[in-house]
Structure formats: C-alpha cells, structure tokens
C-alpha cells in the first residue's frame, strides 16, 4: 500500500484543519492516524475499519477529531477541530492489511505515510 498524507500546515488556535490520506495499492483492513510531537512518541489519534467504517479515538481527542474516508477515491480524512498549541506534531496515516492486532499499537500497521506537520500558534 502507497500512502500520501498530506493537508498539514500553521494554524492559530481553535481553529481547524483536515488531513487527507490517498491510499494505493493492496487492500487493507484499517487506516489510522497517529501523531508524533518532537522528544515524545508516536501517538495514537483515531482509525477507521475501512470496509465498514466504524472509527475509533484516542480518548483524549474524541469529540474534536473526526475520521472518515471516501470509497471511491480510497482516501481517509482526519477533520480536527478546535486545535490547540498541544496538538502540534507530525500526523501520519497508516494502513494495516491483516485484522489482527488491536488498532491502536502502532507496530500492528504495516504501511506508512510521509506524516505532515501541524503546528497549532496559540
């Protein structure tokens, strides 16, 4: 799988922003997103059972991050909203191809993307 992340950027806080994730290739059974902020490690934020699109959040971040993903263009989204300094990190989107392993552990995805930078100004 070939993924392209991409839809990061500076944003003041309380504002918004969405994440795209383009995916190519080989079938796969969730794509998730994680975050990694500089010094710290890599963060679950949400994922998505792409053929039945149930999703899943890290509890912290429930209520402003939704994921969604468009079928036909074999695309996940992430749409952040009210952002805060303390979301700023690197955001990558990650597939995994087999259904075992739990959704958060990032060691379970086999495919990654580049990750794309949110800064959130205050």
């Known amino acids: 799988v070939q993924l392209q992340a991409f839809g990061g950027g500076l944003v003041q806080a309380g504002g918004p922003l969405r994440l795209s994730c383009a995916a190519s290739g080989r079938t796969f059974t969730h794509m998730a997103w994680f975050r990694q902020a500089p010094g710290e490690e890599r963060d679950f934020v949400s994922a998505?059972?792409?053929?039945?699109?149930?999703?899943y959040y890290a509890d912290s971040l429930r209520g402003r991050f939704t994921a969604s993903r468009d079928n036909a263009k074999n695309t996940g989204y992430l749409q952040m909203n009210s952002l805060k300094p303390g979301d700023t990190a690197v955001y990558y989107c990650?597939?995994?191809?087999?259904?075992?392993?739990?959704?958060?552990?990032?060691?379970?995805?086999?495919?990654w993307g580049q990750g794309t930078l949110v800064t959130v100004s205050s």
């Open positions: 998505i059972r792409w053929t039945i699109g149930s999703t």
């Open positions: 990650a597939t995994k191809t087999y259904s075992s392993g739990t959704f958060y552990d990032p060691s379970n995805y086999n495919y």
